[in-house]
């Protein structure tokens, strides 16, 4: 293998072939080495030959290999029962394919690296060239810009950087349009002075203030490319804590980050009490995230085609391998079809690990279409998601079959606990979750919306913890449940959350103050030991709120104390003309 390398300095080199006597052409034949002996030449047979027999007995033994473990699938044998005859192929499979391994894999390899760094070796010589000639043109400082510089063009052509404009300048050149607000980021470098000449722009261009925004004191690097585009400040939302949560019998401070009055102490005083009766008891039945695609067909009947082909169990095996190449976590699980007319949904349900999943979900959508489309290639992809998933909206195929993480919470308040902590009777509260949650849901038609306020804490958790605040419409469906037992004294309540969208790794869980709330409950990235144990133990804790939230809620109304409690700790004391002004 020649690989040709370049002398350490062109000086040395040019100076070590003035050095060398000169020879004769005569003298330079009769001194040349002999070639090296190659590892072929040890071979009994023709290399062209040797090469066409363990071409052909690879190819056949495997073959031979595939037939037999069909077979033996087909009649239940285990495939590690082997005989001496599928012995023999498999120890020939082997040496074939380390022979045709040593003659082609590693030459191809070695003439592969060998072109790259011949190719790296003449880019170098070239700078080196352009170097020697240039040097007593150009100050020494900038020699080594200029050749990054022209070598970095040769693969990449990065956005231009802006002039050493100041800061109005650069305002003035936004507001004319000479330079894209969106650009900034990538053209100066520094994400906070983008943000800051962005929103002095648009101050200027809508002729409002923006005073009481704050711009201080915010990674705006963090956002970057990932939560935020074209930022111009933050806002301040108060984050508090309500707990200690006991479930599973642990203790959580669960942080709410919300600016509705009353919401974090009636949730607490739900938490005092469920800690009081020994505390509340989770289970989740179910998890994985979903994505439909829709792809359409020239009929009904070739449409009808692509459902019975996904339908066949015969066929999920290969579409899962398909699905699970998007990622070491992504696990197809079940695909569900839907038809209307021309137009097939196709519903994939998948584990996502400790993320939430939806890109993961995609990826893997997508890799089972490009797989589809060669097996029907008159089908049309409509799109991506068809709206079946279904995704940041009220859906009866959520509600009913789930997505996301699907848990149950449930706890025993004793009957001295209802009274002395919440200030009302286990049949007051029975009879009005009857009334209420379920009776009253049903007469405005309800889509997952019998309970009494799931949304405030899901919401609240949502944000405090870098979830997707869109996805509080699906999370929040909940049927909340309570009965009287040990005749009538003590009570039962339960909730019942089908659709937990929620993640621990992505998104805004990697921002600093989500992930020191998602520290806070021991939940902070992935867990490596046991992957989604993390994101399922945030969905445990999001439901173990609710239910906390739902008794409070429930027994401020039984006891006739929420217009009270809302006018004492829902209204500011401040006189707010005195701030406006």
């Known amino acids: 293998m020649d690989l040709r390398r370049r002398a350490p300095n062109p000086s040395h080199r040019n100076h070590h072939l003035l050095k060398q006597p000169q020879k004769s052409s005569s003298a330079a034949i009769r001194r040349s080495p002999s070639p090296a002996p190659k590892a072929s030449d040890a071979l009994p047979l023709p290399l062209y030959l040797t090469n066409a027999i363990f071409f052909t007995l690879f190819f056949s033994v495997a073959y031979y290999l595939l037939h037999r473990w069909r077979d033996k699938i087909r009649s239940s044998t285990p495939l590690h029962v082997v005989t001496l005859s599928e012995l023999a192929a498999i120890l020939s499979l082997i040496a074939s394919f380390i022979y045709l391994l040593g003659f082609f894999g590693i030459d191809f390899v070695q003439s592969f690296i060998a072109r790259a760094s011949h190719d790296a070796w003449d880019i170098e010589d070239e700078d080196e060239t352009r170097f020697l000639l240039n040097q007593d043109r150009r100050p020494a400082p900038c020699l080594n810009s200029s050749i990054s510089t022209s070598v970095s063009r040769r693969f990449m052509d990065p956005p231009a950087p802006l002039p050493s404009l100041g800061d109005e300048d650069l305002v003035k050149s936004v507001v004319s349009g000479d330079i894209p607000s969106y650009s900034l980021e990538s053209r100066l470098g520094d994400c906070h002075r983008a943000a800051s000449i962005r929103r002095e722009a648009v101050q200027r261009l809508t002729g409002r203030s923006l005073v009481g925004l704050p711009l201080d004191g915010f990674d705006?690097?963090?956002?970057?490319?990932?939560?935020?585009?074209?930022?111009?400040?933050?806002?301040?939302?108060?984050?508090?804590?309500?707990?200690?949560?006991?479930?599973?019998?642990?203790?959580?401070?669960?942080?709410?980050?919300?600016?509705?009055?009353?919401?974090?102490?009636?949730?607490?005083?739900?938490?005092?009490?469920?800690?009081?009766?020994?505390?509340?008891?989770?289970?989740?039945?179910?998890?994985?995230?979903?994505?439909?695609?829709?792809?359409?067909?020239?009929?009904?009947?070739?449409?009808?085609?692509?459902?019975?082909?996904?339908?066949?169990?015969?066929?999920?095996?290969?579409?899962?391998?398909?699905?699970?190449?998007?990622?070491?976590?992504?696990?197809?699980?079940?695909?569900?079809?839907?038809?209307?007319?021309?137009?097939?949904y196709i519903r994939f349900s998948c584990g996502t690990g400790d993320a939430m999943g939806m890109n993961m979900v995609s990826k893997g959508v997508q890799n089972v279409l490009e797989f589809l489309q060669d097996e029907f290639p008159d089908m049309e992809v409509g799109g991506i998601s068809g709206n079946f998933c279904s995704d940041k909206k009220p859906a009866a195929v959520n509600w009913i079959q789930g997505r996301g993480k699907s848990v149950v919470c449930e706890a025993m308040i004793s009957g001295e606990v209802v009274e002395k902590v919440l200030k009302t009777s286990v049949s007051a509260l029975v009879e009005l979750n009857m009334i209420k949650n379920l009776t009253g849901s049903a007469i405005a038609g309800a889509l997952g919306g019998f309970n009494a306020?799931?949304?405030?804490?899901?919401?609240?958790?949502?944000?405090?913890?870098?979830?997707?605040?869109?996805?509080?419409?699906?999370?929040?469906?909940?049927?909340?449940?309570?009965?009287?037992?040990?005749?009538?004294?003590?009570?039962?309540?339960?909730?019942?959350?089908p659709c937990i969208e929620v993640g621990t790794v992505g998104g805004g869980t990697q921002l600093a103050s989500q992930s020191a709330c998602l520290n806070l409950l021991g939940v902070k990235g992935a867990c490596r030991e046991s992957p989604a144990s993390n994101s399922r133990l945030l969905a445990a804790i999001v439901a173990g709120s609710v239910l906390a939230g739902e008794l409070s809620l429930m027994s401020a109304i039984a006891s006739g104390q929420l217009v009270k409690s809302h006018m004492k700790y829902n209204r500011s004391i401040r006189d707010m003309s005195t701030v406006t002004s």
């Open 453 to 497: 306020h799931a949304a405030n804490i899901v919401s609240a958790i949502f944000i405090a913890t870098g979830q997707d605040p869109a996805q509080n419409i699906e999370s929040s469906h909940c049927i909340t449940m309570m009965e009287a037992i040990n005749d009538g004294k003590d009570l039962h309540i339960s909730v019942t959350m």
């Open 220 to 344: 705006y690097e963090s956002i970057l490319g990932q939560c935020c585009e074209m930022p111009i400040g933050y806002v301040q939302i108060p984050v508090g804590i309500a707990g200690p949560l006991l479930l599973n019998g642990c203790e959580y401070s669960v942080p709410m980050a919300t600016t509705e009055g009353c919401l974090v102490a009636s949730t607490n005083r739900g938490c005092k009490a469920i800690y009081a009766s020994g505390g509340a008891t989770s289970v989740l039945f179910r998890d994985g995230m979903t994505r439909a695609p829709v792809v359409k067909f020239p009929t009904a009947s070739r449409a009808s085609e692509l459902l019975f082909f996904l339908e066949e169990p015969a066929n999920f095996d290969t579409l899962a391998v398909v699905f699970n190449k998007s990622s070491r976590f992504a696990r197809l699980q079940k695909i569900q079809c839907s038809l209307a007319g021309r137009n097939l």
